[in-house]
């Protein structure tokens, strides 16, 4: 055969191999179902990816879509379903008739294991109450597995760790377009806390880790508690990482051991920061951390900072937290301050005590603190003071740079006695409460109060770390760092009460991002009657860098009819 007769014969049969259509999809149907249909027929996959196919092909995937279709409605509740295709063109074309939604008629939820025999039933209760889906409600394939999940989610947050559905059963009546469904919740044994076994520990001893376990043994089983435990594990100092956790072996039910796997921290750290802030300028620091004096765990630091006002150079060796809960420290402290023509030399000794328990944290501090004091050319003054003192304060608001909710309380209560180490009897009360509110997704109220008295016949006598001043980035915003109080001739003495609030708003563009409008108040006098609270006002930004946050705020003080910067960021290295 000669090449110009093959050639219409290769042109014939290329025609003939060729694809014989390429296809669009269309769905007729309420737009709930439409979107859902349209993203998982594969028919209409197929037409998004451009695939052509064949008479016999396309026939397939007609068939294997009208299936598709029913088991996808019937997903949604919808078991008696009218679904028509037709092909036109290069068209296929489905019309979805749903037909009456199933609801759900009755639930009936059995208990097995432990929990059925608990003589106490408020928690089988509340897992009935609670159940996800309820008689009168549409029923969905989604909904009902969510439900099962739902009602094991709080067995297993406690001590039910072996919890399951070992049943379930959704019966769909046709005629009356209802469900019956009936599920069988196995809690299997209650757990008990047995011993710890710690994994990881070469450098330290084996007891720190131990001893920061918030549970003892014989104590039910409570997800919570290995969260804290781990949480407290990495905040110690110790530890990099850690990981808590329990086998859920009903065999082991009755004493369950708790596996603890801990990366240690090296054990000598130096590290170097710098940083700036409108309240005490510009500031250098550097802290040398040895984390195992006389191999038994205990932490020496030394800690030296240059700031332009203030200057301290401090030492502290603390104990690993004991079987009880309580961190015990002795610390030794340098300090010198010229905050607006107030002039201070301090030294202090200190024993200590903290206790930290969920979001409640304590210490209770006895120290004896000496000090020379200038005010310009009018006060010149020792003071010295053998203190005891308290403080509670309550964490609610995470590990978020920028709190969206939450709140932080602090109250202090401490005081002297003359004769013992100390030149004046005094009683000091403190209190600051921070409010975080949650204005939807991006918005957030932060409201802060904060007060302080210091009861005594004379504030002579008593150091200025007891006594205070306002004003500063933390208080009253639009003042000096410290700027109100006791006005003299060259500076600003501290004095025995202080009141001042803040109301701010926060709007945040990005997750880094966010801007800041607040008004702040607050004065600090010598006696309630003479608190005189001044105002400022301002706007600012908020960053959250990878080092911390970046706040920068101005503020126009109605006193002084000023405006003034607040900016403060520090870096660790």
């Given at each position: ?30 737009d ?35 299936e ?29 008739e ?8 009755s ?16 928690l089988r209760?509340?897992?009935?109450r ?5 008689p ?16 094991v ?15 379930s059963?959704?019966?769909?009546d046709p005629a009356?377009?209802s ?19 710690i ?42 990482q ?17 596996v ?11 590290s ?6 409108t ?5 250098v ?12 765990g205990?932490r ?26 309580y ?13 607006e ?7 202090l ?20 603190q ?5 005010v ?13 003192n308290?403080?509670?304060?309550r ?8 709190p ?41 109220l932060?409201?802060?109060?904060e ?9 002579d ?19 000096a760092?410290?700027?109100?109080g ?11 009460y202080?009141a001042t609030?803040?109301?701010e708003y ?32 301002g ?10 946050p ?24």
């Amino acid at each position: 055969m000669s090449v110009r007769l093959v050639f219409p014969f290769l042109l014939l049969a290329a025609s003939i191999a060729l694809p014989a259509h390429a296809l669009t999809v269309e769905v007729v149907a309420p737009d709930e179902l439409k979107t859902l249909l349209l993203r998982h027929l594969e028919a209409a996959r197929a037409a998004r990816l451009g695939d052509t196919f064949d008479a016999d092909e396309f026939t397939r995937l007609q068939r294997q879509s009208d299936e598709t279709a029913r088991d996808l409605l019937a997903t949604e509740g919808y078991f008696s379903p009218q679904v028509s295709s037709t092909f036109a063109g290069e068209t296929l074309r489905y019309v979805v008739e749903p037909g009456p939604r199933t609801q759900v008629r009755s639930i009936k939820l059995r208990f097995a294991g432990a929990l059925a025999d608990e003589a106490d039933g408020r928690l089988r209760a509340r897992l009935e109450r609670g159940f996800a889906l309820q008689p009168g409600m549409p029923f969905r394939q989604a909904d009902w597995d969510t439900a099962k999940a739902s009602a094991v989610a709080p067995l297993l947050a406690g001590r039910y760790l072996a919890a399951h559905v070992s049943a379930s059963e959704a019966r769909i009546d046709p005629a009356t377009h209802s469900a019956d469904l009936d599920v069988t919740v196995d809690s299997g044994p209650a757990f008990f806390y047995g011993q710890p076994r710690i994994v990881g520990v070469e450098r330290y001893p084996e007891s720190i880790a131990r001893h920061l376990n918030p549970a003892r043994p014989g104590q039910p089983v409570r997800q919570q508690d290995l969260l804290d435990y781990q949480a407290a594990l990495e905040s110690s100092g110790y530890f990099s990482q850690a990981v808590v956790r329990i086998d859920p072996d009903p065999a082991q039910a009755a004493a369950a051991p708790l596996v603890v796997e801990v990366t240690e921290r090296p054990e000598k750290l130096l590290s170097l920061g710098a940083g700036v802030s409108t309240d005490t300028g510009a500031r250098v620091q550097a802290t040398w951390l040895a984390r195992d004096i006389a191999d038994r765990g205990l932490r020496l630091k030394l800690d030296g900072k240059l700031e332009t006002r203030s200057q301290s150079a401090a030492a502290e060796l603390a104990w690993p937290q004991n079987a009880k809960g309580y961190v015990n420290s002795l610390a030794a402290q340098m300090k010198r301050e010229d905050i607006e023509g107030q002039e201070t030399r301090t030294s202090l000794l200190a024993a200590k005590r903290t206790r930290t328990r969920g979001q409640i944290e304590t210490a209770i501090t006895l120290q004896y603190q000496t000090e020379t004091q200038q005010v310009g050319g009018v006060v010149d003054a020792r003071n010295q003071a053998l203190s005891a003192n308290y403080a509670w304060t309550r964490r609610a608001i995470g590990r978020a740079f920028y709190p969206r909710d939450g709140h932080v309380l602090t109250l202090q209560v401490g005081g002297a006695a003359e004769g013992l180490l100390s030149d004046t009897s005094f009683l000091r009360l403190y209190g600051r409460h921070t409010q975080y509110v949650r204005l939807g997704r991006d918005d957030r109220l932060v409201l802060r109060v904060e007060g302080g008295a210091v009861l005594a016949d004379t504030r002579d006598g008593i150091p200025t770390d007891f006594l205070f001043r306002a004003g500063g980035d933390n208080s009253v915003r639009g003042y000096a760092y410290q700027s109100l109080g006791r006005t003299l001739i060259g500076g600003v003495a501290s004095v025995r009460y202080l009141a001042t609030g803040s109301v701010e708003y926060n709007h945040f563009f990005t997750r880094d991002w966010g801007m800041a409008l607040f008004v702040d108040a607050g004065d600090a006098a010598d006696a309630p009657g003479s608190l005189s609270p001044v105002f400022g006002y301002g706007a600012g930004a908020r960053y959250r860098s990878p080092v911390g946050p970046v706040n920068l705020d101005v503020a126009y003080g109605q006193d002084t009819g000023q405006f003034r910067l607040h900016f403060s960021l520090g870096v660790s290295f």
